[in-house]
Structure formats: C-alpha cells, structure tokens
C-alpha cells in the first residue's frame, strides 16, 4: 500500500516516470537489469532477496543505474552496509514527498542524497577509513586511468564498457576517496602511487 502510494505521487512530478513497482528484491534486480532506469529507490527489509544484497548486485550488473535506500533505518550498521554495497544514498520513510523527490533528481544528477541523520554514521567511517579499501577492482582501473589523463570515452572503450558506466564508477569514486570532480580525483590517484606518473 505505501509502495503504490508513493508510486502514485512521484509519478505526478514533473521530469520523474515510474518505471517499474516490484514486491521484493529479486524483483527489483531483475527490473532494474532489463529496464536500466536512472533511479532506483530501494527498501531494505524485503521478502527473499533484501535490499542491501539487491542494491550490491544492481551496483555490479547496471552500474550507471544510482540505488538510493528508502527505509526505516537509521542504525550504522544498517546505513554502512547499504553504502558498502553501492547505494548512492540514504533517505529515511519519514521524509516528506518532497525530500523524497529532490532525493532522486539527486541521485539523478550524479550526487549522494543522504539524510542528516545518517550522514554521521558514514562520516564516523571515512574519518577512518583506508579509501583504498572501498574501492572496488573495476573503479581502481577506472581512477588509475583517470590518473593518466584518459578520458572518459577512451576508457569506455577501453574497458569494454559504457560511457555511462564510467562516469557512475566517477561518482562512486569522488565519494570514496572524498573529492568534489575529476582532476581532483586524478590528483589523489597521483599522490596515492596510481597512474604511469
């Protein structure tokens, strides 16, 4: 009820369509895989396959897609592992329609919505955290890559992948590492031995 609810009302907004509506997890994988949407918003307390297992595999199989949670959660743990396993962002069920909304126009635009109550949590972990650890294999090549001055199309290609994909790995990559854009990344890369120097 509340998922067709709020299905009902974001797809009133101007510049969002609804997609796709699925009942648990596996569902939304397989959805999220065949429709390739821009936004995915993702509970985690799901019925067979849960939320933080479904958004690890979108992040792997249709990493251009950003998955922000949708939930009831608020503890670190909850928060963290929905983060570790490639959630763009964290918005919490009592939000209003409208931080809901502006949640996914900016998911949308590349950036990562996180509700102030549990933003703490993932600041708490990057104070000190090894960025190095977060990161996946494909999003070091990615930044090695960035570090040597490639750009984006070059290696998509590359990589046998899309232009898309890499600029999501882009985004993940800024919020690991904790830079604001590409040549500040490249700098980091730099400083941290990567690239051909």
Known sequence: MVREGLKRVIDGVDGIEVVASTSDGAEGIEATVRLRPDVVLMDLAMPGVDGVTATRRIAAEVPETSVVVLTSFAEQAQVLDAIDAGASGYVLKDASVDEVVRAIHTAAAGDSPLDPRVARAVVARSAGADPFAALSDREREVLALVADGIP?????????????????????????IGVDDRTQAALWAVEHGMGRR
């Open 152 to 176: 984006s199309k070059t290696i998509a290609r590359r990589l046998g992948i899309t232009e898309p994909t890499v600029r999501a790995h882009l985004t993940r990559i800024y919020r690991h």
